[in-house]
């Protein structure tokens, strides 16, 4: 766990390099650098050096309870999942004790054991699929063994050899067919099914009873599975698709936190005086909610996918009431959420940025950006607790009416206060009345449709609105106007190009006209449309979010929305 500090960033606070090591060094590394620090060293087998291993041991043993009882405290199906194991294997051992139905199978209930071991799974779904699994891995190996044995009978002399042939080609198209992209979830039948083969051919060729081996293997087989699902279905029953649920309607709350924390944080000015070596791995950070939020959501494609596959194996249940029930859909949600999780990531990204805008610039446009935040953080809390809910999203009322009037609305400020942005001082004006006197032209001979796009051409991107037109990346290419080569030559070189690094030299002590100073300025300011841009685009993709929730309403058939007069 990282102390996290802040600062009020600033433009002029000492050289960019020295900023940069402080950030990224904890307090406490950059003091280990320091000479003068006395470290007597510990003799080995001295009373100090058993000492000091006890005390590390006793305080170790008490982390390891803290956490374990933290663990069962903030999850209490962990709990439940471990007595349910414990019971199961306590039913199968019962019958080994006892010698149960008959003598004749005793000496095989290890695999009643070992199956309830490999397939009690925390989710149902998970138990489900692993049981399966085992069940047609063992059947369709027991029944090749069987039907391998009597043709191996009759190759006389020969038959080691044809078993030792008939285990390598199994394994080989086993295996083969094992690494097929869509046998991926019987993957472990797969396993089971070479095992097994293995199992019967050699323990049948020793005893000279492949039946008696193949049948009593599948009977354990079926019993610990039986068993194991039995306790597992009946006994507080955890569901993968009741998790699922839960983790996307939870990281709707994460990603509305995190976008609120970011523009506050923009806004307010506020850095961090020490940047968590954590972040920069983009590791997991616990004290600090902006960047968990994003991250939790973007982590969590694999967690997804895995509830995905295991609820599908479940039967109805709860409000989950039909039959393939359509959890693909709440991954699509899943999805289009990180979508709009990783422009809060870019805006988290320019908070950790060492090219800050100046504070009198933000405040500029400081209504509209906390607006936009506020918005956003509202309709993803929404669609958050409609989902937690089941229920469709109100027909009558647009619930992105509001964010796209805050996003138009900056904007629109963005266009009026654009020279806030850029230097000034260096545009290259040129032929500009020169070049849009050419143009005029050339659109008196188009019709009104290539006339709207030729216009939006020479607007601002700002102008623009919020979605733009699907055939913008043609217009942008086919229009022949300097500015629009510039533009688009400007484009590939940056795709191509390596990024500068003047950034890293340069000191933020300099004459205010030094060139250096005036970049870094340019740079600066540039930080602040970046961060505004980000937040329009975020807004672009909540409608992409709202569609797939929509969907999903339709075919997992949420109930209406609750109108209230």
């Not at 354990?220 to 996307?248: K, R, S």
């Not at 090219?355 to 956003?376: D, M, P, T």
């Not at 609305?409 to 006197?437: F, H, P």
């Amino acid at each position: 766990m990282f102390d996290v500090s802040f600062r009020r960033s600033s433009m002029f606070d000492g050289s960019f390099r020295q900023s940069i090591r402080d950030r990224l060094l904890p307090q406490q590394t950059r003091d280990s650098f320091c000479p003068g620090e006395d470290k007597t060293p510990v003799r080995c087998c001295s009373y100090r050096y058993f000492s000091d291993k006890i005390t590390g041991f006793v305080t170790k043993s008490q982390d390891v309870l803290v956490t374990a009882w933290e663990m069962g405290t903030s999850d209490p199906r962990k709990i439940i999942f471990s007595a349910k194991m414990g019971l199961a294997l306590t039913l199968v051992s019962i019958l080994v004790f006892f010698k149960l139905p008959g003598s004749e199978l005793s000496n095989h209930y290890l695999w009643a054991i070992l199956t309830i071991v490999v397939v009690f799974e925390f989710s149902i779904g998970a138990t489900f699929s692993k049981g399966c699994n085992r069940g047609l891995g063992t059947l369709s190996a027991g029944a090749l063994a069987l039907g391998m044995a009597e043709i191996s009978a009759l190759t006389g002399q020969w038959a080691d050899v044809f078993n030792s042939v008939s285990i390598f080609l199994v394994a080989f198209f086993g295996t083969y067919a094992k690494l097929y992209p869509k046998m991926k979830p019987y993957e472990y039948g797969f396993r089971v099914f070479l095992l097994t083969y293995c199992y019967v051919i050699v323990s049948g060729y020793r005893t000279g009873e492949f039946m008696e081996t193949a049948v009593s293997r599948f009977l354990m087989i079926v019993l610990g599975g039986g068993i194991g699902l039995l306790v597992n279905t009946c006994i507080y029953p955890i569901w993968a698709g009741d998790d699922l649920h839960n983790l996307i309607a939870k990281n709707f709350a994460n990603v509305a936190t995190s976008l609120e924390g970011c523009v506050n944080a923009y806004l307010n000015c506020v850095a961090y005086d020490t940047i968590p070596s954590s972040i920069l791995v983009y590791a997991a950070v616990a004290d600090d909610p902006v960047y968990s939020g994003y991250r939790s959501a973007v982590q969590s494609t694999s967690q997804e996918d895995t509830l995905m596959g295991f609820a599908s194996w479940e039967p109805p249940h709860g409000p989950y009431r039909s039959f393939r029930y359509p959890w693909k859909a709440y991954v699509r949600v899943g999805g289009a959420l990180r979508h709009c999780a990783f422009m809060v990531m870019a805006l988290h990204g320019c908070i950790l940025s060492e090219i800050q805008a100046a504070e009198e610039k933000r405040s500029v446009f400081r209504n509209e950006l906390q607006r936009v935040g506020v918005e956003g953080a509202k309709v993803l809390r929404f669609i958050g607790e409609k989902l937690k809910k089941m229920e469709r999203l109100n027909p009558i009322e647009d619930i992105l009416y509001e964010i796209h009037q805050a996003a138009e609305e900056l904007q629109s400020k963005i266009d009026k206060k654009s020279y806030l942005l850029v230097n000034a001082e260096t545009w290259e004006i040129g032929n500009r009345s020169k070049d849009l006197t050419t143009d005029e032209i050339k659109i008196s001979n188009l019709d009104e449709e290539d006339v709207s796009r030729r216009i939006l051409a020479h607007k601002s991107q700002s102008e623009a609105t919020i979605r733009p037109p699907k055939d913008w990346d043609v217009v942008a290419t086919n229009d022949p106007s300097p500015a629009a080569i510039r533009s688009q030559q400007s484009r590939t070189e940056i795709q191509i190009q390596k990024q500068p690094s003047w950034l890293s030299r340069v000191s933020l002590m300099l004459p205010p006209g030094d060139e250096a100073a005036k970049m870094y300025r340019s740079a600066s300011a540039l930080s602040l449309a970046t961060f505004a841009s980000l937040l329009i685009e975020f807004v672009a993709r909540l409608e992409n979010l709202v569609n797939a929730y929509d969907e999903l309403c339709e075919v997992a058939n949420f109930k209406e929305a609750v109108i209230v007069a």
